[in-house]
């Protein structure tokens, strides 16, 4: 059973910078595909950036500004969120696929006024 919590998200002008964090609990190696995920309202959930190993892939709307990383020792993914801009805006997902199960945590809000 693997749990994520994630934590970080928030309010921000336009151009600023946030850092989420998500927490994983049971059994995650970095072999396991780990990413994360935004819904804006009236959208499909998309994916933003995602992690294996040290191979990463990033939607080309954040190019650039977006870095995804993780802590192994503490079981813990990161999105750095720079220049955000309003259409950031969405409930941001964290993700982890272990032994072909499909795992999400609850996700924060990030807003970014304009």
């Known amino acids: 059973q693997v749990q994520l919590v994630e934590s970080g998200g928030g309010l921000v002008q336009a151009g600023g910078s946030l850092r989420l964090s998500c927490a994983a609990s049971?059994?995650?190696?970095?072999?396991?595909?780990m990413g994360w995920y935004r819904q804006a309202p009236g959208n499909q959930r998309e994916l933003v950036a995602r992690i294996i190993g040290a191979a990463t892939t990033y939607a080309n709307s954040v190019k650039g500004r977006f870095t995804i990383s993780r802590d192994n020792a503490k079981n813990t993914l990161y999105l750095q969120m720079n220049s955000l801009k309003p259409e950031d805006t969405a409930v941001y997902y964290c993700n982890a696929m272990v032994r072909g199960n499909n795992y999400w945590g609850k996700g924060p809000q990030v807003t970014v006024s304009s």
């Open positions: 049971g059994s995650i190696f970095s072999s396991n595909l």
